[in-house]
C-alpha cells in the first residue's frame, strides 16, 4: 500500500504574502478609479480642442425650453405667433412697453440644424435683460429640423419669418427698417447665409436688415468643413454632394450689397475663428464690412454670456450702435 505524501500546511508568511498581493491590488483598483474619474472633466477639456468638438449643438438638450416664468418689469411677451403653417414655424416676440419705431433683433437659435427651439434660456435670457431694457425688441424663431428639413429649407424659413416679422412690426412698435440678425452655431449659419445673399432675402419678401451677427459657427465655409475631420452632424445636415455644400456656404455665397457683419467665435475650438476669418476677408474684398470677434469662452457660453456685462457685451453694442439706423430711426 502506498504512502500519501503528508500534507504541510501552508507557511504562515505565504498566507501574509497572499493577503498583502490582495489588499495591493484593492488599493491599486481605487487608485485607477479615482484616477480615471479626476480624468473625466480633463478629458472634456481636451476634447473641446479636437475636430470632432467642432459641433453645432448649441448645449441645446440641456436648456430650459420653457419661456421665463418672470418677464422683466414692462415688458410683453406674444408668443407662438405663426410665419407658415408648419408648427415649427412660429416665433415669440419680447416687446418693452410704449415702443414706437424700435430696433428690432432678430434671433436664431442653434441645434445642430436638428434640435433646439426659441425659447432656450441660453439663447434669450441675458439677451432679453440686456436689450429690452435699452427699448429694443426682440423675436426668437423656430423653423423646421432635420430629416423634415435641409439646411437650404431652414434659411428660406429663417428668411419667411424675418419677412413676416417686419411687415407686423409696426403692431407691435418695431421698425421693419431697423431690424439686426443675429444667431447662435447652426442658426448663426443660417443667418450668415441669408445676409451674404441680400437676393435670397429679397426673394423672401424681406427688407434689407442693418446687419448680422453670427455667434460661433464651424461651417462658414461648409466645403472646408465637410473635407476635413468632422462630428457625424455635419454629414446629416449636409450630406456627400460637393455642390450642395457650397450653394449652403456662407463662404462662397457672398452677393454685392449685404451688410455689415460681426462674427463671433470662440478661440477653445480648432475650427470657428479660422473659418470666421476667412470669411471676414473675403467679404472685405467685396466691400463689406466684416469684423471678427474672438472670445476665449466655450461654445454654449458665446451663446449665453452674451447680454451680461463686460467686454464681450460691450462690443457687440459697439458693433450695433455702428450700424446706421440701429442707434435712430
Avoid at 26 to 50: E, H, K
Avoid at 194 to 223: C, F, I, N, W
Avoid at 288 to 295: A, E, S, T
Wanted: net charge positive.
Amino acid at each position: 500500500m502506498r504512502t500519501q505524501p503528508r500534507k504541510h500546511p501552508m507557511p504562515y508568511h505565504s498566507l501574509s504574502d497572499m493577503l498583502r498581493t490582495a489588499l495591493q491590488s484593492v488599493a491599486l483598483a481605487l487608485c485607477l478609479a479615482a484616477a480615471s474619474a479626476a480624468a473625466g472633466p480633463l478629458r472634456d477639456r481636451l476634447g473641446r480642442s479636437t475636430d470632432v468638438s467642432d459641433v453645432e449643438d448649441g448645449g441645446s438638450s440641456s436648456a430650459r425650453t420653457a419661456p421665463p416664468q418672470a418677464l422683466p418689469p414692462g415688458l410683453r411677451l406674444l408668443r407662438e405667433v405663426a410665419y407658415g403653417p408648419d408648427a415649427q414655424q412660429r416665433m415669440d416676440i419680447y416687446v418693452p412697453d410704449r415702443v414706437q419705431g424700435a430696433p428690432v433683433l432678430f434671433l436664431v437659435h442653434g441645434g445642430g440644424w436638428r434640435r433646439g427651439d426659441k425659447a432656450h434660456d441660453r439663447l434669450v435670457q441675458n439677451k432679453l435683460a440686456h436689450w429690452a431694457a435699452q427699448g429694443v425688441v426682440l423675436v426668437s424663431v423656430n423653423y423646421r429640423m432635420l430629416p423634415e428639413a435641409r439646411p437650404d429649407a431652414q434659411a428660406r424659413d429663417v428668411a419667411l419669418a424675418l419677412s413676416h416679422a417686419q411687415q407686423q412690426a409696426p403692431r407691435w412698435g418695431g421698425d421693419a427698417r431697423r431690424f439686426v440678425l443675429m444667431g447662435h452655431s447652426a442658426g448663426a449659419h443660417l443667418v450668415a447665409l441669408l445676409a451674404v445673399s441680400p437676393e435670397g432675402l429679397r426673394a423672401a419678401g424681406a427688407q434689407p436688415v442693418l446687419g448680422t451677427v453670427a455667434l460661433d459657427s464651424g461651417a462658414m465655409d461648409v466645403e472646408q468643413t465637410m473635407q476635413a475631420r468632422h462630428a457625424p452632424l455635419f454629414d446629416e445636415a449636409f450630406g456627400s454632394d460637393p455642390a450642395y455644400w457650397r450653394s449652403v456656404s456662407p463662404q462662397h455665397q457672398w452677393q454685392p450689397g449685404a451688410a455689415p457683419m460681426l462674427v463671433v467665435c470662440s478661440s477653445l475650438r480648432r475650427t470657428p475663428c479660422p473659418q470666421a476669418r476667412q470669411f471676414a476677408e473675403r467679404g472685405q474684398s467685396m466691400g463689406v464690412r466684416v469684423g471678427v470677434l474672438p472670445q476665449a469662452l466655450s461654445h454654449g457660453d458665446v451663446n449665453e454670456t452674451l447680454g451680461l456685462p463686460g467686454a464681450y457685451t460691450g462690443a457687440v453694442d459697439s458693433f450695433l450702435r455702428s450700424l446706421p439706423g440701429w442707434s435712430s430711426p
